[in-house]
């Protein structure tokens, strides 16, 4: 058969002649500039991925840090500029084809995910905190994470002064995944973004340069937990796709609430049966939670906290639940408000579990690292009133929230870093001892922290708390208010604790030392405490910002 018959026959196939026109293919719109905050991301992590092709080893963990904070600044200007530029709130719409939601939530999640991962590189960075090895200056990361725990090209690697560089664009990788997590505004893109941002944190847990074994199992865990959940979502929204005969938000919402016209003929069967859309909208949400850490969904938190390298400890539990809980938003929020009177029931008691589990097992809790994970999930109920809310406050007082709560986290788990023995950290609660003593300034920094945690006046976490129980009350929530108050009482037990073992215990001879750590690690303690008293004391221009902020284009 000659190549033009096998030509023809294939245009043919197609439902193409040769002679047909060819304005039929439609090159793609797409709006670079709004999409500025991704691309930088994503262009300087290619970049980073070169750098530690052709940089000499020497000169990569210089090189590999300024481009890092240098894509995280430029982003976070780009979304200011967005934001100044009106894609707030007069010109949100939807960019892309229909792919990314350019609003007021997305630019203020993007620009809270990367104000958080900016100063949580700051502690990727720190190479002060243990002893020089081999006269080499060493960081969190293990010198090689290709060779075996204890074997002897890892102890060569050592010697010979190896960094993983490599972890500063696998950061970056992680982060233009969170960007377009929350700005998703149909189902692939919402999956594709959630592996985008995932993988890389599977990596980035199995890398610590002591306890490596621990940490090794930790990625283990999340990595197939996390598949698991991947597994539930992709299910989701196959079934949604077939309930809708789409994956475009808008277009499942018109199906949900009876004002769509057009039928696929193909997807005449399945349209409009509930049965799809209770169980892909179900499975959907599952995926989700488990990425918010909210029980039952919250087995792999405790033991990723503990066993991840500390840095990414405090990266991933800020970054992450700000990018989930604005996904969890506006799939609630644009996909399925017709379907408020099923969700709401489940909602509620997850979020009575979540708050009064996170609460209560935290108490039994020995190990610092295990104690901060707890609470996070404790957190996740307190924010998930907010989602529940059902009202524009709703939205406003949960974006204040992950704000609020993400710097938090971030300064908290810097400050677990400095804690040190000869082992390297020293996270067992003993420890912690006599530390107000020894070095009332860390002591101190940390009580700030734990009293935000807590809800205490005057720190961000009351501010935040206050803003979603109202929100939660207003929206007929009331029930869930109590059940929140009662489990911050709980929960503030162990925070205390903490800080009278801190200050009122009699330090140990042989205990920890407090490492004096690179103006990186004080960069970043310092940004936390701020925007904590900040948030505290003077709360009402921040809480105008989310409410301007607070609404989803459909």
């Known amino acids: 058969m000659s190549a033009t018959a096998v030509h023809s026959l294939w245009t043919m196939a197609g439902g193409v002649t040769s002679a047909a026109p060819a304005e039929k293919f439609k090159a793609p719109v797409i709006e670079y500039a709004q999409l500025a905050p991704v691309l930088i991301v994503i262009g300087v992590a290619v970049v980073g991925v070169l750098v530690e092709a052709f940089v000499p080893r020497r000169a990569r963990y210089y090189t590999q840090v300024f481009l890092t904070v240098v894509a995280l600044a430029a982003a976070f200007a780009a979304v200011i500029g967005l934001a100044a530029g009106g894609y707030g709130t007069t010109k949100a719409h939807i960019a892309a084809m229909g792919a990314i939601a350019i609003d007021g939530p997305t630019l203020f999640l993007q620009g809270t995910i990367l104000l958080t991962s900016l100063v949580a590189v700051f502690t990727f960075a720190e190479r002060r905190l243990d002893p020089a090895a081999h006269g080499n200056h060493v960081d969190s990361f293990a010198a090689q994470a290709a060779s075996v725990p204890g074997s002897d090209s890892e102890k060569a690697a050592v010697r010979a002064g190896f960094t993983t560089t490599e972890v500063f664009p696998l950061v970056l990788f ?25 993988l890389p944190l599977y990596l980035l847990c199995a890398v610590a340069r002591r306890k490596r074994l ?20 992709l299910f989701g929204i196959a079934l949604l796709y077939g309930y809708a005969g789409s994956v475009s938000y808008a277009t499942i919402a018109n199906v949900v609430d009876g004002s769509v016209t ?67 938003l506006r799939l609630l929020y644009v996909v399925l408000p017709g379907l408020a009177w099923d969700w709401r029931p489940v909602m509620w008691a997850v979020a009575i579990v979540t708050m009064l589990g996170g609460a209560i097992v935290a108490i039994t809790q020995t190990d610092i690292k295990r104690l901060l994970a707890y609470s996070s999930i404790a957190h996740a109920g307190f924010i998930l009133a907010g989602v529940i809310a059902t009202t524009p406050d709703g939205i406003s007082s949960v974006l204040f929230y992950l704000g609020a709560y993400s710097f938090v986290t971030v300064g908290a788990f810097a400050v677990v870093t400095l804690v040190r ?28 922290f734990l009293l935000a945690f807590a809800g205490i006046p005057l720190t961000s976490g009351f501010s935040g708390k206050f803003a979603v129980f109202k929100a939660a009350a207003d929206g007929g929530a009331g029930g869930l208010v109590v059940v929140g108050v009662i489990s911050s009482a709980i929960a503030a037990f162990f925070y205390i604790r903490v800080i009278v073992l801190m200050f009122f215990s009699e330090p140990k001879a042989d205990g920890p030392t407090v490492a004096v750590p690179s103006p990186l690690t004080m960069t970043t303690i310092g940004g936390g405490v701020a925007v904590t008293l900040v948030l505290g004391l003077a709360p009402q221009y921040f809480l105008d910002l989310a409410s301007q902020a607070g609404v989803f284009v459909r």
């Not at 149909?186 to 941002?197: G, H, K, Q, R, S």
């Not at 621990?214 to 979502?233: D, H, N, R």
């Not at 000869?422 to 912690?432: D, I, Q």
């Open 174 to 198: 992680s982060v233009a995944g969170m960007l377009v997590f929350p700005a998703a505004n149909d189902l692939l893109t919402l999956f594709v973004a959630l592996e985008v941002f995932s």
């Open 214 to 233: 621990m940490s090794q199992e930790a990625a283990v865990k999340y990595f197939l937990l996390g598949a698991f959940s991947s597994a539930f979502l």
């Open 262 to 328: 057009q039928i696929d003929p193909a997807l005449a069967d399945t349209m409009g049966n509930d049965a799809l859309l209770l169980i892909g909208g179900a499975m959907i949400l599952t995926g989700l939670l488990f990425k918010v850490g909210a029980v039952p969904f919250h087995m792999w938190t405790p033991d990723v906290y503990q066993g991840a390298p500390t840095p990414v400890t405090g990266f991933m539990a800020a970054a992450t639940k700000v990018a989930a809980f604005g996904a969890l």
């Open 421 to 448: 023995d000869a082992g390297g950290e020293a996270t067992h609660l003993s420890k912690w001892a006599g530390l107000g003593r020894r070095s009332p300034l860390v002591a101190a920094v940390f009580a700030v």
